[in-house]
Nanobody, 122 residues
């Protein structure tokens, strides 16, 4: 059993900052790509940022220049530092990871966290 648990969401004023964390735990053999997605009410889920299996970082257009994704491989944890937040960043943020668990070591399965709410409002 594998779990992704997000934390760090909350209410912040425009221009403020938040740092999201996503911790992976359970029967993990290897973690490949990890990323952050978000979904605002009435909108489709979209990529915010990801760290590929090769270690490269990619950002969605809305995140470029304001958000920074990082990964602690030793702790199986993914972070998202969000600066200069805007009201349009309000959404539920989800962690995603392609994980080879003990039953599928070389055939990674996508896992999702439960989501953490980020609200940007004055």
């Amino acid at each position: 059993q594998v779990q992704l648990v997000e934390s760090g969401g909350g209410l912040v004023q425009p221009g403020g900052s938040l740092r999201l964390s996503c911790a992976a735990s359970g029967s993990i053999f290897s973690i490949y790509a990890m990323g952050w997605y978000r979904q605002a009410p009435g909108k489709q889920r979209e990529l915010v940022a990801e760290v590929t299996a090769g270690g490269s970082s990619n950002y969605g257009d809305s995140a470029k220049g304001r958000f920074t994704i990082s990964r602690d491989y030793a702790k199986n944890t993914l972070y998202l530092q969000m600066n200069s937040l805007k009201p349009e960043d309000t959404a539920v943020y989800y962690c995603n990871a392609d994980i080879g668990d003990m039953s599928h070591k070389w055939d990674p399965i996508p896992y999702w966290g439960q989501g953490t709410q980020v609200t940007v409002s004055s």
